[in-house]
């Protein structure tokens, strides 16, 4: 019987993503992560790329973004990416509706219904110090469903209670932002404590941009 595999964890800058030797195998686990559903309910293009090129995730965080890396060893010399997180400054768009926004009902006017559209297009405040992005674990059994993504998350969380606390912020919570798509996996971030568009998707869905504090007391 094959034992199982060791993991272990590691702290990249986004810069120092650009030397390593695995940065390739992490592209391809990362598109290959996208592209498992959790639900039935949003039929995404078989095609979708999360990331078009090993320098993208990169670009996307920034000078002052990080990234947390899974490796499974089974060996001296084996090493395989398994899991990643990254964390990046929060970037509001302005273009978020606000959470208290209740939808439609059946019996709903055209004259509340076209008011209620034009509430969506409004531009609301979403306010945040940073992201959580690019959650990833790999589509093998061996690996999903074992808390994997917890603990990544936890350590880009370490990282940033560590900055804030060389800068003198630690007295001030962190507020923590996630966009997922609700139907999708919504639930699950619930669960990991965050509160409460269209990506490549061939029906509507909800986008959320949910928040969590976080705070060394």
């Not at 996208?34 to 309910?41: G, S």
């Not at 059946?106 to 110090?129: L, R, Y």
């Not at 370490?158 to 997922?180: F, H, N, Q, T």
Request: with cysteine; aromatic share 10%; hydrophobic share 40%.
């Amino acid at each position: 019987m094959n034992s199982a595999p060791t993991i272990q964890t590691a702290l990249f800058t986004s810069a120092e993503l650009l030397s390593q030797s695995w940065l390739s195998d992490l592209t391809r686990m990362i598109n290959a992560s996208y592209l498992v559903m959790h639900t039935e309910k949003i039929q995404f293009s078989q095609n979708k790329i999360r990331l078009l090129s090993d320098s993208e995730l990169t670009e996307e965080l920034g000078p002052d973004g990080f990234t947390a890396v899974a490796f499974a060893s089974s060996g001296p010399d084996s090493l395989e990416v398994v899991g990643t997180a990254s964390m990046k400054p929060w970037k509001d768009d302005g273009l978020w509706e606000s959470h208290d926004y209740d939808g439609f009902s059946d019996d709903s006017s055209e004259e509340v219904v076209n008011d209620k559209v034009n509430q969506i297009f409004q531009k609301h405040a979403c306010p945040g110090d940073y992201e959580l992005a690019v959650v990833a674990i790999p589509p093998d059994a061996r690996f999903r469903g074992k808390g994997m993504a917890g603990r990544l998350v936890k350590v880009c969380e370490d990282e940033l209670l560590r900055r804030r606390s060389e800068s003198g912020k630690e007295s001030v919570p962190a507020r923590i932002m996630i966009r997922v798509a609700k139907e999708n996996s919504g639930d699950y971030w619930l669960k990991q404590g965050f509160e409460v568009g269209f990506w490549d998707a061939a029906e509507e869905f909800t986008m959320w941009a949910m928040v969590r504090e976080l705070s060394l007391k």
